[in-house]
Antibody
Framework: EVQLVESGGGLVQPGRSLRLSCAAS????????MHWVRQAPGKGLEWVSGISWESGSIGYADSVKGRFTTSRDNAKNSLYLQMDSLRAEDTALYYCAKNREQWLHAFDIWGRGTMVTVSS | EIVMTQSPATLSVSPGERATLSCRAS??????LAWYQQKPGQAPRLLIY???TRATGIPARFSGSGSGTEFTLTISSLQSEDFAVYYCQQYNKWGTFGQGTMLEIK
């Protein structure tokens, strides 16, 4: 079964850091670009970051550029999001999503998400 | 960053009727456009990619059209399970989403 499972969310104070992980299974992980998408409570979807299959290209939304870092470990079938200098507006459910094809395509598989709450 | 704008924000339609949702891109994205459905408490589900190709398992009542900057999702005969929030997404340059259209029962 193709599956993505996020972990690492929680309650964190403003200005602190948090690292999210996404464990992939059921497909050849290093064949696909991967993404992080977030959804603030009661709000819409916001693309956060994406990374190509070999980590050669990494993109970020303007709202997180310079604060968040995406990486992947293909040997461990895992995707990561290092979030630094967290702000209240980063509070959201963070989804991991798989590209439908190797590069620049729709997202065909999504995890269930991990909740990040930034509050003092 | 490409901005995606969806309209209307909320659409009220009766079961069995047709629903038409619109999406506009701030610059051309060719056919690199996807539509997703999201129900409360669930992750988004891919419906359409390439502006008009249905994803695996998606019923034929869902259809997409458009190219460049103007796109449409049509649901030909609404079923009870279709009432949800719909998002468009461009993936020509990474993957920005529209703000969503809530499809509600009239």
């Amino acid at each position: 079964e193709v599956q993505l499972v996020e972990s690492g969310g929680g309650l964190v104070q403003p200005g602190r850091s948090l690292r999210l992980s996404c464990a992939a299974s059921g497909f050849t992980f290093d064949d696909y670009a991967m993404h992080w998408v977030r959804q603030a409570p009661g709000k819409g979807l916001e693309w956060v970051s994406g990374i190509s299959w070999e980590s050669g290209s990494i993109g970020y939304a303007d709202s997180v550029k310079g604060r968040f870092t995406t990486s992947r470990d293909n040997a461990k079938n895992s995707l990561y999001l290092q979030m630094d200098s967290l702000r209240a507006e980063d509070t959201a459910l963070y989804y991991c999503a798989k590209n439908r094809e190797q590069w620049l395509h729709a997202f065909d598989i999504w995890g269930r998400g991990t909740m990040v709450t930034v509050s003092s | 960053e490409i901005v995606m704008t969806q309209s209307p924000a909320t659409l009220s339609v009766s079961p069995g009727e047709r629903a038409t949702l619109s999406c506009r891109a701030s610059q051309s994205v060719g056919s690199d456009l996807a539509w997703y459905q999201q129900k409360p408490g669930q992750a988004p589900r891919l419906l359409i990619y390439g502006a008009s190709t249905r994803a695996t398992g998606i019923p034929a009542r869902f259809s997409g059209s458009g190219s460049g900057t103007e796109f449409t999702l049509t649901i030909s005969s609404l079923q009870s399970e279709d009432f949800a929030v719909y998002y468009c997404q461009q993936y020509n340059k990474w993957g920005t989403f529209g703000q969503g259209t809530m499809l509600e029962i009239k």
